[in-house]
């Protein structure tokens, strides 16, 4: 009886083991100003599809060690990945996801710059857009947004309990970072989704369209802040449910 049960349970093993191998992974990579509880709303939506998300927690301190960061969550999770981008976390993704595991690619109001390109290239190629004069800069090098941007330019869709609570949970960004060049960009091999915000203050929403235009994507437009995993989740939950059954 004993030989029975261990066999069964080894068998359920196996089974749930290719299971989980035969499953896609969502990996959430965070912006600027910001941390993987950027997601949490989205990351709700995905697990009650039974679905397995890695919520990526960045260094910030330059595109080599976020790229990094980014591949070790890979490494961790079972089967294919879809990997997701939120502003500065589409620069990351674009180099992240040259990675054999990623099959599809999401940009959420995210660069998504070329090979030789670096984001700083990317945003100044379209007027600033008016959230940009509220970054402040530390004395060693590192952005962050005073809890008046947040609230005026960042989130200004979101309730006034949230917007303080990504004030305080934000992760400040080197500022060198921004000037790096990827060397291979993913979204040449990989088919694309990329969701505008109409309403964005950080990122130029035409610049947005265009970047979607650039890499093909698949591309839908939500009318939301900067932050519209944060203030429309179903949308971008559902965006990213596509991309992880289509690719």
């Not at 083991?17 to 941390?35: I, R, W």
Request: aromatic fraction near 6%; hydrophobic fraction near 45%.
């Amino acid at each position: 009886m004993k030989t029975v049960s261990i066999l069964t349970a080894g068998l359920l093993a196996m089974s749930a083991s290719a299971f989980a191998q035969s499953e896609t992974s969502v990996m959430l990579v965070h912006g600027a100003f910001a941390d993987g509880s950027s997601w949490n709303k989205v990351i709700s939506r995905l697990q009650k599809r039974h679905t397995e998300v890695i919520a990526v927690q960045l260094p910030l301190t330059s595109l080599k060690d976020d790229v990094a960061a980014t591949r070790r969550a890979i490494a961790r999770a079972h089967g294919d990945v879809v990997l997701v981008g939120h502003s500065w976390g589409g620069t990351v993704i674009s180099e992240a996801g040259n990675d054999a595991r990623v099959k599809a690619l999401v940009y959420v109001a995210a660069f998504a710059p070329d090979a030789g390109q670096s984001t700083a290239e990317l945003a100044n190629s379209y007027p600033a857009p008016p959230g940009s004069a509220g970054i402040a800069k530390t004395a060693d090098g590192f952005l962050y947004l005073p809890p008046a941007s947040v609230s005026k330019d960042f989130a200004p869709d979101v309730k006034p309990g949230e917007q303080q609570i990504i004030a305080a949970t934000q992760g400040p960004i080197k500022g060198d970072a921004f000037g790096e060049k990827i060397t291979r960009a993913a979204w040449h091999a990989k088919p694309s989704w990329y969701v505008v915000s109409k309403n964005d203050r950080m990122i130029n929403p035409e610049l947005e369209r265009a970047m979607a235009k650039a890499i093909h994507a698949n591309t839908t437009e939500v009318t939301a802040s900067h932050v519209s995993m944060v203030s429309q989740p179903e949308a971008i939950a559902r965006t990213i449910e596509q991309a992880r059954q289509m690719h």
